[in-house]
């Protein structure tokens, strides 16, 4: 059974860095494009970045380019969001998602807040 656990959050000043973790067991990282979403307080939950599997790169959404970066770890079967230049409008609940043999697999989310 695929799971994936995120960690990371926290409560940040605006300009500061987080990184964020997706562990994943039941699936390899490596083999699947996994995904990074948001949602904000009384917003639709919205794409941030994802990572495409083997090797093939990576995406943003416009409003995080630049100061977002997506990798993975093979070896810990990981996926991360680092986060750097933090702003409030930043602030939500980051879950991590994937497309596995026509299921959506989400996490639970980790909360991250920025708020000077």
């Known amino acids: 059974q695929v799971q994936l656990v995120e960690s990371g959050g926290g409560l940040v000043q605006p300009g500061d860095s987080l990184r964020l973790s997706c562990a994943a067991s039941?699936?390899?990282?490596?083999?699947?494009?996994t995904n990074w979403f948001r949602q904000a307080p009384g917003k639709e939950r919205e794409f941030v970045g994802r990572i495409l599997n083997g090797g093939a790169g990576t995406d943003y959404a416009d409003s995080v380019k630049g100061r977002f970066i997506i990798s993975r770890d093979y070896a810990k079967n990981t996926v991360y969001l680092q986060m750097t230049s933090l702003k409030p409008e930043d602030t939500a609940i980051y879950y991590c998602?994937?497309?596995?043999?026509?299921?959506?697999?989400w996490g639970r989310g980790t909360q991250v807040t920025v708020a000077s």
């Open positions: 998602n994937v497309f596995f043999r026509r299921n959506n697999y």
């Open positions: 039941g699936i390899m990282v490596g083999t699947v494009h």
